[in-house]
């Protein structure tokens, strides 16, 4: 069974411009969630997404928003990139209902120059 | 607030001794708790969990204790090897579909 794949690995993107990332959960996996990772803040939690809905977000701003299709697959955006949104960003599937264990993909660093 | 914490930025152990990671939670009302393995350049990988109606949980070469009086979870690596080397983050689940994760310790295995 394939595990959480996130697209793309690495992205450079400048001030001010927009980015989408993708995840695909494991095959029967309907909760997806998002983490940022930073050296300073640790995993900090964006939004999960279970049957195209949104259930819970984090305390980040606006320009973070996310969406989850019918096939359970999650793109996540950043408009109005901000040097301090440069990240690892974490996608992780579950189950059902984010109450199970987390499988996590290996993330897509995302630099903001 | 919510939060999970670590006593312990970094850890240093020799091969073959036990490794203890030690994690304060602050929400009493959490009841499911997760230790997480971090390699370099991968995501977190499942260890070991356990639910608040337990006090200790056992898999293959790690143990969970868990104490709700203090609020504290500990992982405890047995025969610490190499490949044990990594960050570990606990993580608890308060309800409302969100997991909050520690601040992570990195642990160094000396051969």
């Known amino acids: 069974k394939a595990g959480v794949t996130q697209t793309p690995r690495y992205l450079i993107k400048t001030r001010g411009q927009q980015v989408t990332l993708s995840c695909s959960p494991i095959s029967g996996h309907r909760s997806v969630s998002w983490y940022q990772q930073t050296p300073g803040q640790g995993l900090q939690f964006l939004f999960e997404?279970?049957?195209?809905?949104?259930?819970n977000k984090g305390n980040f701003p606006g320009r973070f928003s996310g969406r989850q299709f019918s096939n359970s697959r999650s793109e996540m955006n950043v408009s109005t990139l901000e040097l301090g949104d440069s990240a690892l960003y974490l996608c992780?599937?579950?189950?059902?209902?984010?109450?199970?264990?987390?499988?996590f993909g290996s993330g897509t660093q995302l630099s903001v120059l | 607030g919510e939060s999970v914490g670590l006593h312990l930025p970094t850890l240093s152990v020799q091969e073959g001794d036990n490794s203890i990671i030690n994690c304060a939670y602050s929400n009493s009302a959490s009841d499911y708790f997760i230790w997480y393995k971090q390699e370099s350049g991968k995501g977190p990988q499942f260890i070991i969990d356990?639910?608040?109606?337990?006090d200790k949980r056992q898999g293959q070469r790690v143990t969970v204790l868990l104490n709700k009086t203090v609020k504290h979870l500990s992982l405890q690596i047995a025969a610490t090897q190499p490949g044990d080397s990594a960050v570990y983050f606990c993580a608890e689940y308060t309800g409302g579909f969100k997991t909050i994760f520690g601040a992570g310790t990195r642990l160094f295995v000396k051969a």
């Open positions: 997404y279970f049957s195209e809905t949104q259930r």
């Open positions: 356990i639910r608040s109606n337990m």
């Open positions: 992780a599937s579950s189950l059902n209902t984010g109450s199970e264990k987390l499988f």
